[in-house]
């Protein structure tokens, strides 16, 4: 079978799975007796492991397996979860998270995890370090020891799953008989398959057989040697049943073993054959005596299970499909074709004027106007996709920081633009990691400034007008203005004078500024090289803006500001001379006529009178060298005020077009990087149009 | 495979060949948006079919003299390596299938445009000579840069 059709679901869906399974861990890590959640984890991880074992990734499979092993103590309540435990199965996630990679990649998943797996087998073996101690991989003599103490006589069960084990403890609890049946049929029969199916038929008469070893398709098949076991619930008597198959002709003998709920969890664990055997030691490599009076143990954790399933929102049916981004971006072209096409269609009618079709050409408009809220819509995804992975690097920042601390989201459905939560990701990981780092203290030290041991990160989503607002609050010990200053001006980057007047907004703002780092002792997180600039300028080349506010020894909090989407955004059309350029509608203050007196010469620049101040005027058709345009010769002049944080200019320009919705597009990777252009869009004639990038103009 | 299709397109008197699966599609001359501070030969970007793609005019990147645009014109769209870039030349209006062994190393010069630009030079007939084009070279960007370096 021709598996790389299936290749692209599998990954999508195994990262569904990782990222479940590492939600759900954090979770149980809060709320650690929760057995309802590891029942979910456990399913989880089952599902993942048949995923891969099918789509023949063996190390992936395998591992899972291990992992699933733990998990299955733990549910069935023979192993309590704890820190260790936590940790080694993180790190499986880990591994499981980076084979996943490696497919995605084009790779086979390989990997070693041969450390992870020995820690997994301790576990199961009941062979957990002391807390704290490195993950020491026990040596597997230790296996035995408690392998052996494995009720089952013979280790012949057969291995339930658990919606099997479930239907015979429910079948019990009605006052069915629960029976364990082995059966040999003799050395010289002919026909062993048709016996078999007799011995089914005969017992499916009275009672219904929940697994049989080997499965029923198997015997069928004549898959067998001379004997096979089955799980059967039943009314009858077995004293009643042994004679009745026994009279079949050509069976050698039954071999009836009365259920009841101790001997039944003992059968259906104990590894049913060689191969998984050789996988782990015994996955129940418990006593019996960890369970606590069988009978009523069993049904628990089902019942325990049930009413948090019901609390949890019920995983809805999938409503969605997965679509190839790709095949959206075409989809975006040609819709932009359309367009253009339509406002061709448009001019054709206004001047062939038969109302026929005009009607048409209107409705044509009207549908595709919707149209277009469909496609970009489309292209929107909640940040949820971005949030998901924080929970789980603030873990494991906190912990490597030794420090305790609330990870808090709010409005992870909160939707962007595919394009932005592309981009928004690294900015995010980094702004968190200084709050967790730099933000919230030690736990003395909260305990000293008489604040809860455990701190609070909060990172919340919300849009509010054409925006979407990121922000990251911490209750740590804020910023210290001081602090700041006196490193920026040893960094020579205010002077002493300006330092006294400037605002605390501005202050916090130096932290963005090249090579500046609060941190005095770099940890282990911080002095990676990589500073708060560099997530401003992420920032800034999407087209947001990120603002600091803090209360020395109450918090901080950093607030991202971003636009909806990249790909389509408002602009001001502008003509200069016979060109056409769209100015961004978010950089605009406002747009005015200037007269030519107006303009003062200053050191080879010019500047206009603007409110009470004077700003530089900037001319579009020299900075662009346009060949059939200069303002100089005009009396009047239009100009864009436009802003880049809290410095405005203007620049000249022929006359405004209009505003308008335009679709953004690259200029392709062949031509360099012009200063002050954007990308290009086209317009509703077929023309294409080049977008300014205001920040380019003001230094 | 010896046998290679070839696009012939006219650049003042000398014909060259593209070969034919690096050559996306043909256009007809059609608007061109300039775009300020480029190459004197990057002409500036068109729309084609909702792509904005920029456009080279073949005879300015091989310092040939330039020449108006007529109804001759022709935008060859090629793609290498994911590029998507539009030549302006003369004329275009052949496909020919050549051997490979016809195809000789190129001489030092051919009608001015030096010879790094050239894959090699194939004899279609006694008469016909085609200059095969090194894409990658004409659209090597570095090379650009240094050219433009010099010209200051």
Request: proline share 5%; hydrophobic share 45%.
């Given at each position: 079978m021709d598996m790389n059709q299936y290749l692209s679901m599998f990954i999508d869906e195994s990262n569904d799975h990782l990222q479940s399974l590492n939600e759900k861990m954090l979770e149980l890590e809060s709320n650690p007796t929760d057995l309802g959640i590891v029942q979910v984890i456990f399913r989880s991880a089952h599902t993942l492991k048949g995923m891969a074992a099918t789509m023949g990734f063996e190390d992936l499979a395998a591992l899972t397996h291990q992992m699933e092993n733990v998990l299955d103590l733990v549910r069935n309540e023979k192993l309590a979860m704890q820190e260790f435990i936590f940790d080694t199965l993180f790190k499986g996630l880990d591994a499981l998270e980076s084979m996943v990679q490696d497919i995605t990649q084009g790779g086979e998943g390989k990997a070693d995890v041969t450390a992870i797996v020995e820690s997994l087998q301790a576990i199961v073996r009941g062979d957990i370090p002391a807390a704290g101690a490195p993950a020491a991989a026990a040596a597997p003599t230790a296996a035995p020891a408690a392998a052996s103490?494995?009720?089952?006589?013979?280790?012949?069960g057969i291995q339930l799953d658990e919606f099997q084990q479930s239907v015979i403890e429910q079948s019990m609890a009605e006052g069915h008989q629960a029976l364990y049946m082995e059966v040999a049929i003799r050395e010289d029969c002919q026909l062993k398959a048709v016996r078999a199916y007799m011995v089914f038929d005969l017992l499916e008469r009275y009672g219904d057989v929940i697994k049989s070893e080997p499965s029923t398709q198997d015997i069928e098949q004549d898959k067998f040697e001379r004997s096979f076991s089955l799980y059967y619930v039943t009314q009858k008597d077995p004293a009643e049943l042994e004679p009745m198959v026994t009279s079949i002709s050509e069976i050698e003998s039954v071999n009836v073993t009365r259920l009841d709920a101790q001997s039944l969890k003992e059968m259906s664990a104990a590894p049913a054959a060689e191969p998984e055997a050789t996988e782990a030691p015994a996955p129940v490599a418990s006593t019996p005596a960890p369970v606590p009076a069988a009978a009523p143990a069993a049904p628990k954790p089902a019942a325990a299970a049930a009413p948090k399933a019901a609390k949890?929102?019920?995983?809805?049916?999938?409503r969605t499909i997965r679509v190839d981004i790709d095949r959206l971006d075409v989809l975006m072209n040609l819709f932009s074709e359309l367009l253009i096409d339509r406002v061709r269609l448009e001019q054709l009618a206004s001047e062939v004027k038969v109302p026929a079709l005009t009607d048409t050409v209107e409705h044509m408009g009207r549908v595709s106007t919707d149209l277009q809220n469909i496609v970009l819509k489309l292209r929107m995804v909640p940040v949820d996709t971005v949030f998901n992975r924080f929970p789980r690097m603030v873990r494991d920042l906190a912990k490597s920081l030794d420090k305790k601390l609330d990870l808090i989201i709010i409005g992870s459905e909160t939707e962007l633009d595919r394009t932005v939560i592309d981009e928004i990701g690294d900015p995010l990981v980094h702004l968190l990691r200084n709050s967790v780092d730099h933000g919230v203290e030690p736990v003395a030290d909260r305990i000293a400034a008489g604040k809860e041991e455990t701190g609070t990160v909060k990172l919340s989503a919300f849009h509010s007008g054409n925006h979407v607002f990121i922000e990251i609050e911490d209750d740590g010990r804020g910023i210290n203005r001081e602090n700041v200053l006196n490193k920026a001006i040893k960094n020579g980057i205010v002077s002493q004078d300006v330092a006294n007047t400037m605002k605390d907004e501005e202050v916090y703002q130096l932290l963005f500024a090249p090579g500046f780092s609060t941190a005095e002792v770099i940890s282990d997180v911080s002095g990676r090289g990589v500073g708060l600039d560099v997530v401003k300028s992420k920032i800034t080349s999407l087209g947001g803006h990120v603002m600091v506010t803090s209360e020395l020894g109450k918090g901080t909090k950093f607030s991202v500001q971003l636009p909806l989407t990249l790909s389509i955004i408002s602009a001001m059309l502008i003509r200069v001379g016979s060109e056409k350029y769209a100015i961004p509608l978010t950089s605009i203050v406002e747009t005015g006529i200037i007269k030519a007196k107006q303009v003062r010469d200053l050191h080879g620049s010019q500047l206009i009178p603007y409110r009470d101040t004077h700003i530089p005027l900037l001319s579009l058709s020299r900075v662009f060298e346009v060949p059939d345009f200069d303002e100089?010769?005009?009396?009047e002049t239009e100009i864009v005020v436009i802003r880049k944080g809290d410095k405005l200019a203007a620049i000249a320009v022929e006359n405004f077009i209009g505003q308008n919705e335009i679709v953004l597009k690259s200029l392709g990777s062949y031509l360099p990087e012009t200063r002050g252009i954007s990308g290009a869009t086209i317009l509703g004639d077929g023309q294409v149009a080049l977008i300014i990038d205001p920040n380019a103009f003001i230094k | 495979m010896d046998e290679l299709k070839v696009i012939v397109f006219k650049l003042a008197t000398e014909e060259y060949g593209i070969e034919v699966d690096k050559v996306q599609t043909i256009e007809r001359m059609m608007p061109i948006t300039r775009v300020p501070k480029t190459l004197g030969f990057v002409k500036g970007v068109i729309n084609l079919r909702g792509v904005v793609i920029p456009v080279i005019d073949l005879r300015g990147r091989f310092n040939l003299p330039a020449q108006e645009y007529n109804d001759q014109t022709r935008i060859i769209i090629v793609e290498v390596e994911k590029m998507q870039v539009g030549f302006i030349v003369d004329s275009a209006n052949d496909v020919v299938d050549i051997k490979r062994s016809s195809i000789e190393k190129p001489p030092e010069?051919?009608?001015?445009?030096?010879?790094?630009?050239?894959?090699g030079v194939a004899k279609l007939d006694e008469e016909r000579l085609l200059v095969m084009l090194n894409l990658p070279e004409v659209l090597d960007k570095t090379e650009v840069v240094q050219l433009e370096s010099i010209e200051d």
């Amino acid at each position: 079978m021709d598996m790389n059709q299936y290749l692209s679901m599998f990954i999508d869906e195994s990262n569904d799975h990782l990222q479940s399974l590492n939600e759900k861990m954090l979770e149980l890590e809060s709320n650690p007796t929760d057995l309802g959640i590891v029942q979910v984890i456990f399913r989880s991880a089952h599902t993942l492991k048949g995923m891969a074992a099918t789509m023949g990734f063996e190390d992936l499979a395998a591992l899972t397996h291990q992992m699933e092993n733990v998990l299955d103590l733990v549910r069935n309540e023979k192993l309590a979860m704890q820190e260790f435990i936590f940790d080694t199965l993180f790190k499986g996630l880990d591994a499981l998270e980076s084979m996943v990679q490696d497919i995605t990649q084009g790779g086979e998943g390989k990997a070693d995890v041969t450390a992870i797996v020995e820690s997994l087998q301790a576990i199961v073996r009941g062979d957990i370090p002391a807390a704290g101690a490195p993950a020491a991989a026990a040596a597997p003599t230790a296996a035995p020891a408690a392998a052996s103490t494995i009720a089952v006589k013979d280790s012949k069960g057969i291995q339930l799953d658990e919606f099997q084990q479930s239907v015979i403890e429910q079948s019990m609890a009605e006052g069915h008989q629960a029976l364990y049946m082995e059966v040999a049929i003799r050395e010289d029969c002919q026909l062993k398959a048709v016996r078999a199916y007799m011995v089914f038929d005969l017992l499916e008469r009275y009672g219904d057989v929940i697994k049989s070893e080997p499965s029923t398709q198997d015997i069928e098949q004549d898959k067998f040697e001379r004997s096979f076991s089955l799980y059967y619930v039943t009314q009858k008597d077995p004293a009643e049943l042994e004679p009745m198959v026994t009279s079949i002709s050509e069976i050698e003998s039954v071999n009836v073993t009365r259920l009841d709920a101790q001997s039944l969890k003992e059968m259906s664990a104990a590894p049913a054959a060689e191969p998984e055997a050789t996988e782990a030691p015994a996955p129940v490599a418990s006593t019996p005596a960890p369970v606590p009076a069988a009978a009523p143990a069993a049904p628990k954790p089902a019942a325990a299970a049930a009413p948090k399933a019901a609390k949890a929102p019920a995983p809805a049916p999938s409503r969605t499909i997965r679509v190839d981004i790709d095949r959206l971006d075409v989809l975006m072209n040609l819709f932009s074709e359309l367009l253009i096409d339509r406002v061709r269609l448009e001019q054709l009618a206004s001047e062939v004027k038969v109302p026929a079709l005009t009607d048409t050409v209107e409705h044509m408009g009207r549908v595709s106007t919707d149209l277009q809220n469909i496609v970009l819509k489309l292209r929107m995804v909640p940040v949820d996709t971005v949030f998901n992975r924080f929970p789980r690097m603030v873990r494991d920042l906190a912990k490597s920081l030794d420090k305790k601390l609330d990870l808090i989201i709010i409005g992870s459905e909160t939707e962007l633009d595919r394009t932005v939560i592309d981009e928004i990701g690294d900015p995010l990981v980094h702004l968190l990691r200084n709050s967790v780092d730099h933000g919230v203290e030690p736990v003395a030290d909260r305990i000293a400034a008489g604040k809860e041991e455990t701190g609070t990160v909060k990172l919340s989503a919300f849009h509010s007008g054409n925006h979407v607002f990121i922000e990251i609050e911490d209750d740590g010990r804020g910023i210290n203005r001081e602090n700041v200053l006196n490193k920026a001006i040893k960094n020579g980057i205010v002077s002493q004078d300006v330092a006294n007047t400037m605002k605390d907004e501005e202050v916090y703002q130096l932290l963005f500024a090249p090579g500046f780092s609060t941190a005095e002792v770099i940890s282990d997180v911080s002095g990676r090289g990589v500073g708060l600039d560099v997530v401003k300028s992420k920032i800034t080349s999407l087209g947001g803006h990120v603002m600091v506010t803090s209360e020395l020894g109450k918090g901080t909090k950093f607030s991202v500001q971003l636009p909806l989407t990249l790909s389509i955004i408002s602009a001001m059309l502008i003509r200069v001379g016979s060109e056409k350029y769209a100015i961004p509608l978010t950089s605009i203050v406002e747009t005015g006529i200037i007269k030519a007196k107006q303009v003062r010469d200053l050191h080879g620049s010019q500047l206009i009178p603007y409110r009470d101040t004077h700003i530089p005027l900037l001319s579009l058709s020299r900075v662009f060298e346009v060949p059939d345009f200069d303002e100089r010769e005009e009396e009047e002049t239009e100009i864009v005020v436009i802003r880049k944080g809290d410095k405005l200019a203007a620049i000249a320009v022929e006359n405004f077009i209009g505003q308008n919705e335009i679709v953004l597009k690259s200029l392709g990777s062949y031509l360099p990087e012009t200063r002050g252009i954007s990308g290009a869009t086209i317009l509703g004639d077929g023309q294409v149009a080049l977008i300014i990038d205001p920040n380019a103009f003001i230094k | 495979m010896d046998e290679l299709k070839v696009i012939v397109f006219k650049l003042a008197t000398e014909e060259y060949g593209i070969e034919v699966d690096k050559v996306q599609t043909i256009e007809r001359m059609m608007p061109i948006t300039r775009v300020p501070k480029t190459l004197g030969f990057v002409k500036g970007v068109i729309n084609l079919r909702g792509v904005v793609i920029p456009v080279i005019d073949l005879r300015g990147r091989f310092n040939l003299p330039a020449q108006e645009y007529n109804d001759q014109t022709r935008i060859i769209i090629v793609e290498v390596e994911k590029m998507q870039v539009g030549f302006i030349v003369d004329s275009a209006n052949d496909v020919v299938d050549i051997k490979r062994s016809s195809i000789e190393k190129p001489p030092e010069v051919v009608g001015g445009v030096k010879a790094r630009y050239l894959d090699g030079v194939a004899k279609l007939d006694e008469e016909r000579l085609l200059v095969m084009l090194n894409l990658p070279e004409v659209l090597d960007k570095t090379e650009v840069v240094q050219l433009e370096s010099i010209e200051d």
